[in-house]
């Protein structure tokens, strides 16, 4: 089967950097995606990580050690509007990823 | 692409009526999705379906929900008769055989009363 750990909130200042780890155990791994949901919105793919090593993308960036069964998500410079709840998902051995409980991150003025 | 297209947006309806749920898939994706989420669950994936065919069915929770895949542009969920614990958001999402993402439609909110 498969399982993912990630914080259940987070609180961070407007302007800073934040970051939200996940561990996984997986039987079978393809990769670890990441995901973002405002509030009464639908879950939008930020991210896809299938090897070792940092994806950057604007202001959000990726990290994925498959040694570790670790990444995490980095966001910089936050906004207001980062504030959202995210999802990392695990892609097994079926291609079907499975999906974290969700990290809820408040940005503060 | 327009996305996943997934309708009514919102569906109120009383205890044992029979609820559908309709998706349209992201035009050449293989894999659709229908996942439930409600606070207290989280996520749920309910089935899948690759090139139109019923892979896994397993997080169905009863024989009240069934889905089908009658071409690859359009899926169905049904529950009948629903019940008020199937109040939650129900999202259609799909993705590529190879990977990556996977893209979700704009959900369905069901309020069974």
């Known amino acids: 089967g498969q399982s993912l750990e990630q914080p259940s909130e987070v609180t961070a200042v407007e302007g800073a950097i934040v970051q939200i780890n996940c561990t996984y155990q997986?039987?079978?791994?393809?990769?670890l995606s990441w995901y973002q949901q405002h509030d009464g919105g639908a879950p939008t793919f930020l991210s896809y990580?299938?090897?070792?090593g940092l994806e950057e993308t604007g202001r959000f960036s990726s990290f994925l050690s498959r040694s570790d069964s670790y990444g995490y998500l980095l966001l910089q410079e936050l906004q207001m509007k980062d504030s959202a709840s995210y999802f990392c998902?695990?892609?097994?051995?079926?291609?079907?990823?499975?999906f974290g409980r969700g990290t809820s991150l408040i940005v503060h003025p | 692409d327009a996305g996943v297209i997934q309708s009514p947006r919102h569906e109120v309806t009383e205890m044992g009526q029979e609820v559908t749920l309709r998706c349209k898939p992201i035009?050449?994706?293989?894999?659709l999705f229908w996942y439930r989420q409600t606070m207290m669950r989280g996520l749920e994936l309910l089935i899948y379906?690759?090139?139109?065919?019923?892979?896994?069915d397993s997080g169905m929770p009863e024989d009240r929900f069934s889905a089908k895949m009658p071409n690859a542009s359009f899926s169905t969920l049904k529950i009948q008769p629903s019940e008020p614990r199937d109040s939650a958001v129900y999202f259609c999402?799909?993705?590529?055989?190879?990977?990556?993402?996977?893209?979700f439609g704009a959900g369905t909110r069901l309020s069974v009363l």
């Open positions: 998902a695990v892609t097994g051995g079926s291609y079907i990823p499975t």
């Open positions: 379906f690759n090139n139109n065919v019923p892979i896994d």
């Open positions: 990580n299938a090897l070792d």
């Open positions: 997986t039987s079978g791994f393809y990769g």
């Open positions: 999402a799909s993705s590529l055989a190879q990977g990556g993402g996977v893209y």
């Open positions: 035009s050449g994706h293989d894999y």
